[in-house]
């Protein structure tokens, strides 16, 4: 009996510092060193939350960049791809539909490279970030739409360059931009 006593006093020991004290501990450091990123890299704009940079949003408005597909459509609880494989037939299909919405929308010609990323769903299916080229085969669409005379078009391009991040670490992965965060500096080109 002396030691189921003891088992449950160790139990209850690191119950409250692993579950407790530990999780208080690190959460308050990172509330110190990095606040924005400790609440989830939240955007507000007049006040008001319209998303995070680390999740991509469904836009399919013509005045927009258009996000990277989704599997789960951006909701981050059930987060996932659709695990189809590459020899799966559906996968197939997806990937040669994508690619003719997204030809057709930008109306771009049939012979144009798309890039991966926006025929292919994330693995998580929450992934906010395009290359600087599916950015550049939406410029003449977005420009077309919300009337943009030949200096704004530039302008929109410059902005393209100036939000293109590199590489993770200088080597992880490749150039890419944050729509949601591209999409919100669109919004002010006069």
Same mark, same amino acid.
């Given at each position: 009996?002396?030691?189921?006593? /003891?088992?449950?006093?160790?139990? +209850? @020991? !690191?119950?409250?510092?692993?579950?407790?004290?530990?999780?208080?501990?690190?959460?308050?450091? &990172? $509330?110190? *060193?990095?606040?924005?990123? &400790?609440?989830?890299?939240?955007?507000?704009?007049?006040?008001?939350? /319209?998303?995070? #940079? +680390?999740?991509? =949003? $469904?836009?399919?408005?013509?005045?927009?960049?258009?996000?990277?597909?989704? #599997?789960?459509?951006?909701?981050?609880?059930? %987060?996932?791809? %659709?695990? !189809?494989? *590459?020899?799966? %037939?559906?996968?197939?299909? *997806?990937?040669?539909?994508?690619?003719?919405? @997204?030809? #057709? @929308?930008?109306?771009?010609?049939? !012979?144009?490279?798309?890039? %991966?990323?926006?025929?292919? #769903?994330? &693995?998580?299916?929450?992934?906010?970030?395009?290359?600087?080229? &599916?950015?550049?085969?939406?410029?003449?669409? /977005?420009?077309?739409?919300?009337?943009?005379?030949?200096? =704004?078009?530039?302008?929109?391009?410059?902005?393209?360059?100036?939000?293109?991040?590199?590489?993770?670490? *200088?080597?992880?992965?490749?150039?890419?931009?944050?729509?949601?965060?591209?999409?919100?500096? +669109?919004?002010?080109?006069?």
């Amino acid at each position: 009996m002396k030691t189921f006593f /003891i088992s449950i006093k160790i139990f +209850l @020991f !690191f119950t409250i510092l692993t579950g407790i004290l530990y999780p208080l501990f690190i959460t308050g450091i &990172a $509330q110190i *060193l990095f606040p924005a990123k &400790a609440n989830g890299s939240i955007i507000s704009r007049n006040n008001k939350a /319209i998303g995070s #940079a +680390l999740i991509g =949003q $469904q836009s399919d408005t013509a005045i927009y960049f258009s996000s990277r597909p989704s #599997a789960v459509s951006y909701n981050p609880l059930p %987060s996932g791809g %659709s695990n !189809f494989g *590459l020899s799966n %037939s559906k996968l197939k299909d *997806l990937v040669n539909q994508r690619k003719k919405q @997204f030809i #057709a @929308f930008n109306r771009l010609d049939s !012979f144009t490279v798309i890039p %991966s990323e926006m025929l292919f #769903a994330s &693995a998580s299916g929450l992934d906010p970030h395009i290359s600087p080229d &599916a950015a550049f085969l939406q410029v003449n669409r /977005i420009a077309k739409a919300r009337h943009f005379t030949d200096i =704004q078009k530039r302008k929109l391009e410059q902005c393209i360059r100036d939000l293109t991040e590199g590489p993770q670490f *200088l080597c992880l992965g490749e150039e890419r931009i944050n729509v949601l965060l591209l999409n919100l500096n +669109l919004d002010q080109i006069k």
